[in-house]
């Protein structure tokens, strides 16, 4: 008897099954509408990408990818067939080509392989001679032809390579895209924290840094939040200066972070020569005192940085967009400039930042593009919803209409004609596949908590009148079948049914 595994989801990824799916179905819907009523529309990337283009983007110092990212060597282009000619093989295969000529194939491979070839071409290759090929093939895997690869840990890289790919910049406009979809990052699972997650962001690229882009795309967030019924949010703002400000800010912070050494833990010291901005990132409750100390950035930033700054907080006043600025928000990721916002939700305990963004003017060009400005934000939805459960405001959302009890042969050809047509309609109808007692019928509608039962039984057939029965206050009323669409639909109108 073989051994019954029982295969359970990888660590930190899980099943999101009915009725929650509808519920993160309605969340991404709403995240359309609102971000699709600011006039952006939807990017669909790939799940994976060159591991580069995340080390360069995101910063190979960093959390992310130092230790989180899901990396993989592709198999390469080779193709295991059985060639014909060794020229076959070469120019085929660009992969193979390229490493023939950086002498990476050993030279006696090349030999056995000619031989055989040669036979094969012949027609005479020697019971030998196969396995010498396969041999050698097997031997071409295994070299590292492949490209290293890596599932997305985030996806603003993704943006601004699709961006640069498909010559964005010649649009008129900003670009303004969002993006929904699942990413990988090797954490330590723990509640609110996934190694599969789930992000709703945005981006804007394009000439302008305005702050009032800035401050709009603040605006769509929170309306968004709003419209989920994420309360009791509160939005953090922050400027982190820009190539010309930051960088002597980041060395008197070095400087004064090597003064205090001894008393940090040893990650803060370990980022003193790394990326000292991090230190301010800091939860830990013993250097809560010494950060507190540390200059800030704030009286660091230069002319340009600072009149951003305060321009992007009039911007929001305009709005009525209420914030708090937190000297410390630096962020995870290289690549910000400018400003950085995270915002928190009630109810979730350490891991409660439900969407963190910024500026990273300067990242496309990072990349090989032309010079370009961004902002962009990601939403993470495991988080969000979690908080909307745990502050009560899910909404009901519209389960199973009708539950269509029918019984008896005559009964079930009016029963497929009727399910149909509600569910033309647009309501929700479960057609029991085999046929049942009425009150075993029943029974399974109230447990699968439809609102109404619909009787068919040979009766109503012979008359062409049915009785509906609300499942909730057991009223019933007789209809005939127009009067019976009817009655579903007003009802469903009225978001009832
Ligand atoms: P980041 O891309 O790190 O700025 O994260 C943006 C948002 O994604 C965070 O505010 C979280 O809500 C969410 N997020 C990030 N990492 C995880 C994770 N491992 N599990 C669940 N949500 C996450």
């Given amino acids: ?48 990408e060159e591991t580069e283009l995340f080390a360069r983007s995101i910063g190979v110092e960093t959390d992310v990818v130092s230790k989180e990212m899901y990396t993989f060597e592709d198999r390469g282009n080779i193709h295991v067939g059985f060639p014909e000619t060794i020229e076959e093989v070469l120019v085929s295969n660009e992969a193979v080509q390229a490493a023939w000529q950086a002498g990476r194939i050993p030279h006696t491979m090349d030999n056995e392989l000619r031989v055989n070839l040669i036979g094969h071409a012949c027609g005479s290759i020697s019971e030998e001679g196969a396995p010498a090929l396969l041999r050698f093939i097997s031997a071409l895997h295994a070299l590292d032809l492949g490209d290293s690869l890596t599932l997305r840990p985030e996806a603003t890289a993704s943006v601004c390579r699709a961006y640069i790919e498909h010559n964005l910049q010649a649009l008129p406009g900003n670009a303004k895209l969002y993006y929904i979809g699942p990413m990988f990052r090797r954490e330590r699972p723990q509640k609110g924290r996934y190694r599969q997650f789930y992000q709703i962001g945005a981006e804007v690229l394009g000439a302008s840094d305005a702050p009032a882009i800035d401050a709009e795309l603040l605006e769509m967030l929170l309306v968004f939040f709003h419209r989920v019924g994420l309360r009791r949010t509160t939005l953090y703002i922050n400027s982190i200066g820009d190539k010309n400000c930051r960088p002597a800010y980041v060395e008197l912070l070095r400087a004064e972070l090597q003064k205090v050494k001894d008393r940090l833990g040893p990650d803060s010291q370990r980022r003193i020569e790394t990326n000292p901005l991090r230190v301010l990132d800091s939860k830990i409750p013993e250097e809560q005192p010494i950060i507190e100390k540390l200059p800030r950035i704030s009286g660091h930033l230069c002319d340009d940085c600072r009149a951003h ?183 469903r109108r009225g978001s009832r049914a």
């Fill in 1 to 48: 008897m073989p051994e019954r595994k029982q295969f359970r989801a990888i660590k930190g990824t899980r099943d999101i099954l009915p009725p929650d799916s509808a519920l993160w179905n309605w969340f991404e819907q709403t995240a359309r509408d609102v971000f699709e009523s600011y006039n952006f529309g939807e990017v669909r990337l790939p799940m994976f």
């Fill in 309 to 491: 700054f305060s321009k992007l907080k009039d911007e929001l006043n305009l709005r009525g967009i209420e914030y708090v600025e937190n000297w410390r928000l630096v962020r995870g990721l290289d690549y910000y400039t400018r400003t950085t916002f995270e915002v928190t939700a009630a109810g979730l305990g350490s891991q409660n930042a439900v969407c963190g963004g910024g500026r990273y003017d300067g990242l496309v060009e990072l990349l090989g593009g032309p010079p370009t400005k961004g902002i962009g934000f990601a939403i993470g939805t495991d988080r969000s919803i979690l908080s909307i459960e745990e502050g009560g405001n899910a909404p009901k959302l519209a389960g199973l209409a009708v539950y269509v009890a029918w019984m008896g042969p005559a009964a079930y050809p009016a029963a497929v004609r009727i399910t149909r047509k509600l569910r033309e309609a647009g309501l929700t109808v479960e057609l029991p596949p085999e046929e049942m007692k009425f009150k075993k019928s029943l029974g399974l509608a109230d447990k699968l908590g439809a609102r109404y039962a619909l009787i068919i039984g040979e009766d109503e057939v012979a008359s062409a009148s049915y009785t509906l029965k609300n499942l909730a206050d057991a009223e019933q009323r007789k209809l005939s079948e127009n009067d019976l669409l009817e009655y579903l639909e007003s009802e």
